[in-house]
Each structure stands twice: as C-alpha cells, then as structure tokens.
C-alpha cells in the first residue's frame, strides 16, 4: 500500500513553498484548510493539468493519455553471400532489417473499474440465466405433472369401461348358455342300449315274388334288390343303379389281392421279415481322451457332428469353437453330457497306437536296378537317346 502524500512533503517534492502551492490548488478549485491534509492521486492530476493550462500547455485527451505507449525498435544484420562457382564466385553482401514493435501494458485505475463492471455484467447474466432455468424447470415439471394425472385419469376410465364390457359379455355368454341348455334338456333324441342314436329305418319296396321263378338272378345292384331275404342290404341298396366313388373303393379294398401283388407291395414297403429295424436303446461309447483333445476328434470319437458338440459346449459356457483345443476335464464333462463315457488315456497311447498300425515286413531284401529319369523339351531327342 502506497504511503499518503500530505501537501507539506509535496511541495518539499516539487521544490515549491507550501503558501504557493496552496494556491495553486485554490485556483485549481480544491479547498484545503492546512498544509497537513493528504493530497489524493485524482487530486494530483487535477493540480497538474491547470498548471499545463496555465503555463500554455495542451492537455492530451483522456484517450490518448489512457492508451498503452508504444517502443519501436529496428535491427539490421548484415552477412556476405557467395554466388557461382569456380572461376566466376562472386560476393554478394546482404542486408536482413528487422523490426520490432514493444507495447508497454496499461497501469491505470480506469482498467480496473472497467474489469470491475464486466465482471458484474457477468454475474448478473449468469443470475438471470440461472433464474430462467430453474423457471424453465419448473413450468416442465408441472406439465410432467399435469400430463401424468391426464393418462392416469383416462386408464381409469378405460379400465372401467373395459370392466364393464368384460361383465356385459360374461352375462350375456351365461344366458345363452342357460338357454341352450334348456332347448338340449327338452329336445333330447331316444338312445339305445349303447348309447348311439338309431337311425329311422326305411322300408325296402315290395318285390312281387310270384314270378320270381321266371326271371335269371342278376347281377349287381339289381341282384341285391331282388334278393329279399336280406333286409338290411335291400334297403342299402334299393334303387341304386350306379355305385358312388366311396362305394366302390369299399368294395375294392374288401376283395383279396393275389398273392403275388401282395409280396411285392410288401417288398416295396419294407415290412418284411429282412426289413431294417432302428435299435431302442441308445448306444454308449467309452472313449480315451487325453490331456488336450480338438472339439473335432471329439466328435468324430463320439461318432456325432461338429456342431453338436459345440452346442453341449456352449450350454456348458464353454466358448470354443471345432478347431480349437480344450482339456482333458472339460472334454470329460461334455462326454458324460452327452451321454457316453470317458476314460483317461496314457501319456504313451499314442506311441502305442501308430506302432499297432506299422506292419512288420518279412522276406528278403534284394538289390534292383537304378531307375533313371529323362527330363527334357519335347522333339529335342529323348526318345532317341532310348
């Protein structure tokens, strides 16, 4: 903090008396009882622009005494080039001027105010725009308020109109129910003995058997209508000239086929005694699995697919695919989730293995002659180096 300036240790600054200097600062407009009272900046700067005046002087305007000074400098360097080469070097001197331009920063109070009333500025806009979001906050929040008791209120009223729809139709379903009931009560038709209805039966039309020993027994549906000793195919077949579609598949399917068609729909079938007949039970494999085994070898040791396996796996939470490796238990557990058995195969199986399938060759061993190779361009005379 800048030590106070009284007006006696002014006037000792500015080599002036302190009678003089006080009028100089009556003249100036400022009124000061003693020569013990402080003298402020502003008061300073009042003091020395009427002495300016006074003594003819102008005064800058505030702008330009306000405005940051400037300091210009220019520098120039100098250095010696060589152009061409061998006979012809020349020297060629070059001048490179620089100029620098120094700005002096502000020290005044006038900036300081000014950062003063722009900071305020800001606070007060970032005030007003909190203001008008919690505003802004809660108008949405009472529309969400509002939107959400409208919904609720028209689900109540469908749930009641639904309500009652739901009560109308289960009414309305009981009666008709109660009234077909009734109609069944009161048109219920005779049953026989085993409960099937029966059916009317109609009478078959008379034949006149008095000339029956004149006419030759006929054949077909006419054959079945002059016979009248069976009622029941009488009156199936009375006045029926042609047989229908149905009629006549019956009838066809009722007559014997001759033995040989019957063998070979038979055979055509497959319901022969030599037919191929599926196993019941599941069959169960026990195989060897090492330390590592693919998901591939596993299944073709299970005699399944690929995929199945990687299936049992998954299920499992076993991410692998049929090309990749997995460990002796895993490959155990998925065996028994598929329903065969696993055992632990010795670290010399496979040693054990590929010498069970190298055969053993006996006999003598004789020397035969060299085989000989003839490599070479066609037409360029192979066949007649043979």
Request: proline share 4%.
């Amino acid at each position: 903090m800048s030590q106070q300036t009284t007006i006696r240790k002014l006037a000792e600054l500015v080599n002036t008396p302190v009678e003089k200097l006080l009028e100089q600062l009556a003249e100036a407009g400022m009124t000061f009882s003693g020569p013990d009272q402080i003298v402020t900046s502003t008061e300073k700067m009042k003091l020395l622009g009427f002495l300016r005046r006074t003594h003819g002087k102008a005064e800058k305007p505030a702008e330009e005494a306000a405005a940051p000074k400037k300091i210009t400098l220019n520098r120039n360097r100098k250095q010696e080039i060589t152009v061409g080469g061998g006979k012809h070097k020349t020297t060629v001197d070059v001048v490179v001027r620089k100029k620098v331009t120094l700005v002096k920063p502000q020290e005044s109070g006038a900036a300081d105010s000014g950062k003063d009333e722009e900071r305020a500025e800001i606070l007060r806009k970032l005030e007003e725009s909190r203001q008008r979001n919690v505003e802004e906050q809660q108008r949405l929040a009472e529309e969400d308020r509002r939107r959400a008791e409208e919904a609720a209120e028209r689900k109540r009223v469908l749930d009641e109109a639904q309500a009652a729809r739901v009560a109308a139709e289960a009414e309305a379903a009981a009666a008709a129910a109660a009234v077909v009931q009734e109609e069944e009560v009161a048109v219920r038709p005779k049953t026989g003995t085993h409960g099937h209805v029966k059916p009317p039966r109609t009478e078959a039309p008379r034949v006149d058997d008095r000339n029956a020993h004149k006419h030759k027994p006929n054949r077909g549906s006419h054959a079945m209508v002059a016979d009248i000793e069976d009622d029941e195919t009488t009156a199936r077949f009375a006045g029926q000239l042609h047989l229908s579609a149905t009629e006549r598949e019956r009838r066809s399917s009722a007559r014997p086929k001759p033995k040989a068609k019957r063998q070979l729909e038979q055979t055509r079938s497959g319901g022969g005694q030599h037919g191929f007949s599926r196993p019941t039970a599941p069959i169960v494999r026990e195989i060897a699995v090492g330390d590592a085994i693919t998901v591939a070898d596993l299944a073709q040791k299970l005699a399944l697919k690929g995929g199945d396996v990687v299936k049992a796996l998954f299920k499992m939470g076993v991410m692998a695919t049929i090309t990749q490796t997995i460990d002796h238990d895993t490959a155990v557990l998925v065996t028994e989730e598929l329903g065969h058995k696993a055992i632990r195969a010795e670290s010399d199986d496979a040693e054990t293995e590929l010498l069970a399938h190298i055969e053993v060759q006996h006999g003598e061993k004789r020397l035969r002659p060299p085989v000989v190779t003839i490599m070479g361009h066609v037409d360029h005379g192979k066949t007649s180096l043979l």
